[in-house]
């Protein structure tokens, strides 16, 4: 059965601001477009039933029934946040979607609890450079929004190198950059992985008023962030306050 569904961003706004950072940062969009196709033809390239088109739409559905009808508060982990965060949010029923890297606190916390806050873990949002907790989601078979960018052909091709040769590889669904309609990807908008997030959140249907920020700053490079330039990170996270500004969602 073939399931069609689309992920729309939820204001246009969110894919215009991408070109914005690529003049920004003097970044051709050539880049963003070879990326995506290598690794729109990769995943389809393999075996992996979970991973063929269909199924990858399949994938966002299971994500929406999961994310959008039941309701939950969903806690976006930033590369800021801390165990004590995860720690409190575990008294409720609150849902965990990872901004890449941030995943890695799960794994820091105390083996009494690291298992419960990995069962409320929804999906990872990933661009491939999150490191160990990247890998480690991964292994756990947990959803990975891959997405593909102009610089990261290295690392998706890495990480999906891994998932292929686990028992079972985790569902994928994959994101671009760019204004191009490419199909079977999709562009909710945003910028880092961490707005990323909330975009995907949005363009599933989730509210504001159901989405949690743990680990969010702008003013600091998180523990989480994997290797990166911290000058020019902070930079970048200005841009995802432009974003998260124009959902409308306060950090």
């Known amino acids: 059965m073939s399931v069609e569904i689309d992920l729309l961003p939820h204001d246009n706004q969110l894919v215009q601001i991408q070109e914005q950072v690529r003049n920004f940062f003097n970044w051709d969009v050539k880049f963003d477009i070879e990326s995506a196709i290598q690794l729109l033809s ?8 979970n991973w063929t088109r269909s199924q990858r739409s399949v994938t966002v559905a299971n994500l929406r029934r999961r994310l959008v009808l039941r309701e939950s508060k969903i806690a976006v982990l930033g590369a800021a946040v801390e165990e004590s965060e995860i720690i409190s949010m575990l008294e409720s029923p609150t849902l965990f ?10 794994s820091s916390l105390p083996d009494s609890i690291s298992e419960r806050a990995w069962s409320r873990l929804v999906c990872v949002v990933s661009d491939a ?10 292994k756990r078979s947990i959803p990975i929004i891959l997405h593909a960018h102009g610089d990261n052909i290295s690392s ?18 994959l994101t671009h950059q760019t204004s191009e309609n490419i199909d079977g990807m999709y ?8 707005d990323r997030a909330i975009c995907f959140l949005k363009a599933l249907g989730v ?22 330039n911290p000058e020019e990170k902070l930079i970048k996270l200005q841009w995802m306050a432009k974003v998260l500004d124009i959902i409308g969602i306060k950090f």
Do not use: Y
Not at 42 to 49: F, G, K, M, N, P
Not at 129 to 138: F, L, R
Not at 156 to 173: F, K
């Open 42 to 49: 990769t995943v389809e390239s393999t075996r992996i039933e």
């Open 97 to 106: 979607v990872a901004a890449d890297g941030a995943v890695g606190v799960l």
């Open 129 to 138: 450079d999150g490191g160990v907790g990247t890998i480690e989601a991964v």
């Open 156 to 173: 998706w091709r890495n990480l999906l190198g891994i998932a292929v040769n686990i028992p079972n590889p985790p569902r994928l669904v």
């Open 187 to 194: 562009n909710p908008g945003g910028f880092t992985d961490g």
């Open 207 to 228: 509210p504001n008023e159901r989405i949690l920020l743990l680990g969010t700053r702008t003013d600091i490079v998180g523990k989480w962030s994997g290797v990166t």
